[in-house]
């Protein structure tokens, strides 16, 4: 089973809708959670820590859910520079690496 | 905003020749990191280094893979006898504290033919 899996999409939505995808870790021992945006052929950014008790970014929400294993990211009025593919990504408590899914592709249209 | 440089940008090799791939983290970190991405796949972690020393390190770097901090700024991944599936973009990263404060350099296009 993969440490984490992400469906890969793609999302194609119109400005200014919300868009919404998961993400599940397989390992229970996980304790850092975090949505990274890539863009073709760059670098991975932070987008954003995920605690527990979910939190939200301005247009981005994302959520925990430990019983479940899963995590969420809510973009909401989405704009055509939110199109790139998001990643997933899991740490393990006193593990120095970082687990990466495979990613979601989100494309904003006008 | 601090950054973390790598280069070079893209660097072509001939199967079994070495290549270094360089890396100048961010200057008051203490975690540094090389993560690879074959074209089309997930970003893998190769290893992470902290206090002059390997911490942690993934099946991927085998004996072929060695890291080295030669001064105090520059960070960087030595591939000893390159091969073809080694054709990847290799990103360096650095943090504060692991696993927070992650910076991505932009990374290294390396392509083996």
């Known amino acids: 089973r993969k440490e984490v899996e992400q469906d890969p999409g793609p999302f194609n939505v119109p400005e200014g809708a919300t868009v919404a995808f998961n993400c599940t870790y397989s390992n229970s021992a996980s304790q850092s959670f975090f949505w990274y945006r890539q863009d073709c052929r760059k670098e991975p950014k932070l987008l954003m820590s995920?605690?527990?008790s979910g939190n939200e970014d301005g247009r981005f929400t994302a959520q925990l859910n430990r019983a479940s294993q899963y995590i969420s990211l809510l973009i909401r009025d989405s704009k055509l520079s939110d199109s790139a593919t998001y990643l997933c990504?899991?740490?393990?408590?006193?593990?120095?690496?970082?687990?990466f899914g495979a990613g979601t592709t989100v494309t904003v249209r006008a | 905003e601090p950054e973390v440089t790598q280069t070079p940008s893209h660097q072509v090799t001939q199967m079994g020749q070495e290549v270094i791939l360089r890396c100048v983290p961010i200057?008051?970190?203490?975690?540094f990191y090389w993560y690879r991405q074959i074209l089309g796949q997930k970003v893998e972690f190769l290893v992470s280094f902290y206090n002059n020393e390997i911490s942690e390190k993934s099946e991927i770097f085998d004996d072929q893979f060695s890291v080295e901090r030669p001064d105090g700024s520059n960070f960087t991944l030595k591939i000893r006898s390159t091969k073809l599936e080694d054709s990847a973009m290799y990103f360096c990263a650095s943090s504060d504290r692991e696993p927070y404060g992650y910076t991505f350099g932009s990374g290294t296009r390396l392509t083996v033919v």
């Open positions: 990504v899991v740490n393990v408590q006193d593990d120095y690496k970082l687990s």
């Open positions: 200057s008051n970190h203490l975690y």
């Open positions: 995920v605690y527990s």
